[in-house]
């Protein structure tokens, strides 16, 4: 599968020109996509997509910036379907506790009501009338009757309290009941984020089968071997020795890098976090719990989890992030080289820190 990164030769380069270069590339490839009604399904012989003849045959460039696009919106998916999966994780944790909690408080008011029967019984002989304690005991609701019920004038001293711990015992009970029905929906809406994030990766990334297939066997092994070839060069560059100022900036730093070394060759899946596959952020996450920090999940969560630096001071184990919406994320690996998880139907691999648009560097 061909890479949807733009690769130019390693080698001395200009950060700001670069960036301009790549998010001009990058702008156009989506824009393109997006008018074609996001399929961007171009035949050979026709780069509009439509059914007149007599254009040019589209080359398999003209497909690596179709695919730039597709592949960018599929990431973007894969981003929402993770911070989606996150958010239901914590909210299934929290609606679990409260469930607990809730079942922890109606025994508590059972066993209140239930300690004042020998209360009750006792005040219903001697008075020989239907105590309200009687009535709070037989009434199929009783928190609408402990809130007509007046309590202190009704009963002793000991069953008025204990009647104002039942009646704000009963309360709370009502409200958490509440926050869990809520939780519950909440969790459901979240669910069908999920499966929309889904759809829509598998729809781009169905295009994106479509439009290498309309590419002949040796222009999709031209692709294939230029990706191989950049992956290869990054990764003697990455391998360098670094000077001792501009190596990881901490222990912890050289864990993550390591971590994510040790990642090199597996391939993408989205919504992955290891150890067997990874998407971009799932791999950052990986790494750096491999150095006992626990980063977000998203890229999006990952570009706020440290110090912003320039990327002129980028110090191995340092979070790379790419594009405007911070849809893509990489480790910087020194010597100008990113370690980062591609797309799907790639592997982890090395490239050159910029051959996507840089949009910040966090240092963790």
Same mark, same amino acid.
């Given at each position: 599968?061909?890479?949807?990164?733009?690769?130019?030769?390693?080698?001395?380069?200009?950060?700001?020109?670069?960036?301009?270069?790549?998010?001009?590339?990058?702008?156009?490839?989506?824009?393109?996509?997006?008018?074609?009604?996001?399929?961007?399904?171009?035949?050979?012989?026709?780069?509009?997509?439509?059914?007149?003849?007599?254009?040019?045959?589209?080359?398999?460039?003209?497909?690596?910036?179709?695919?730039?696009?597709?592949?960018?919106?599929?990431?973007?998916?894969?981003?929402?379907?993770?911070?989606?999966?996150?958010?239901?994780?914590?909210?299934?944790?929290?609606?679990?506790?409260?469930?607990?909690?809730?079942?922890?408080?109606?025994?508590?008011?059972?066993?209140?009501?239930?300690?004042?029967?020998?209360?009750?019984?006792?005040?219903?002989?001697?008075?020989?009338?239907?105590?309200?304690?009687?009535?709070?005991?037989?009434?199929?609701?009783?928190?609408?009757?402990?809130?007509?019920?007046?309590?202190?004038?009704?009963?002793?001293?000991?069953?008025?309290?204990?009647?104002?711990?039942?009646?704000?015992?009963?309360?709370?009970?009502?409200?958490?009941?509440?926050?869990?029905? =809520? $939780? *519950?929906? +909440?969790? @459901?809406?979240?669910?069908?984020?999920? &499966?929309?994030?889904? #759809?829509?990766? !598998?729809?781009?990334?169905?295009?994106?089968?479509?439009?290498?297939?309309?590419?002949?066997?040796?222009?999709? =092994? $031209? *692709?294939? +071997?230029? @990706?191989?070839?950049?992956?290869?060069? &990054?990764?003697?560059? #990455?391998?360098? !020795?670094?000077?001792?100022?501009?190596?990881?900036?901490?222990?912890?730093?050289?864990?993550?890098?390591?971590? =994510?070394?040790?990642?090199?060759?597996?391939?993408?899946?989205?919504?992955? &976090?290891?150890?067997?596959?990874?998407?971009?952020?799932?791999?950052?996450?990986?790494?750096?719990?491999?150095?006992?920090?626990?980063?977000?999940?998203?890229?999006?969560?990952?570009?706020?989890?440290?110090?912003?630096?320039?990327?002129?001071?980028?110090?191995?184990?340092?979070?790379?992030?790419?594009?405007?919406?911070?849809?893509?994320?990489?480790?910087?690996?020194?010597?100008?080289?990113?370690?980062?998880?591609?797309?799907?139907?790639?592997?982890?691999?090395?490239?050159?820190?910029?051959?996507?648009?840089?949009?910040?560097?966090?240092?963790?």
């Amino acid at each position: 599968m061909a890479s949807h990164r733009r690769v130019r030769p390693l080698g001395q380069y200009s950060t700001v020109a670069a960036l301009s270069r790549t998010a001009a590339t990058v702008a156009a490839a989506t824009a393109a996509v997006l008018a074609a009604g996001g399929s961007a399904l171009a035949t050979p012989g026709d780069p509009g997509g439509g059914s007149s003849g007599g254009g040019a045959p589209v080359t398999a460039d003209d497909v690596q910036h179709q695919l730039d696009g597709l592949y960018a919106q599929a990431e973007v998916a894969g981003q929402q379907y993770d911070g989606a999966r996150e958010k239901e994780r914590a909210l299934q944790r929290e609606s679990v506790l409260l469930q607990q909690r809730v079942a922890e408080e109606q025994q508590h008011v059972n066993a209140l009501i239930q300690s004042m029967g020998s209360i009750a019984s006792a005040q219903y002989r001697q008075g020989g009338g239907v105590d309200p304690l009687v009535k709070l005991l037989l009434n199929a609701h009783p928190d609408q009757y402990l809130e007509q019920a007046s309590t202190a004038d009704q009963a002793d001293t000991v069953a008025a309290l204990k009647l104002q711990q039942i009646e704000e015992d009963q309360r709370q009970l009502v409200q958490d009941r509440t926050e869990a029905v =809520a $939780q *519950l929906a +909440q969790l @459901e809406t979240l669910r069908q984020s999920i &499966a929309d994030s889904k #759809a829509q990766v !598998q729809q781009r990334l169905g295009h994106a089968k479509a439009l290498l297939d309309t590419l002949t066997a040796a222009q999709r =092994a $031209q *692709l294939q +071997q230029t @990706e191989a070839d950049a992956a290869g060069v &990054a990764a003697q560059v #990455a391998e360098q !020795q670094l000077p001792s100022d501009q190596g990881p900036a901490s222990g912890r730093a050289a864990e993550a890098l390591a971590a =994510a070394e040790s990642a090199l060759g597996k391939p993408y899946v989205y919504g992955s &976090a290891g150890p067997g596959s990874f998407d971009c952020s799932g791999l950052m996450y990986w790494s750096w719990r491999h150095a006992g920090v626990t980063l977000p999940r998203t890229s999006q969560g990952q570009a706020f989890a440290g110090q912003r630096i320039p990327l002129s001071q980028a110090r191995p184990g340092d979070l790379v992030i790419y594009y405007g919406d911070m849809h893509h994320v990489g480790m910087y690996a020194g010597n100008g080289t990113v370690i980062h998880a591609p797309y799907p139907g790639a592997r982890v691999r090395y490239e050159r820190v910029g051959d996507m648009p840089v949009a910040s560097v966090v240092r963790i």
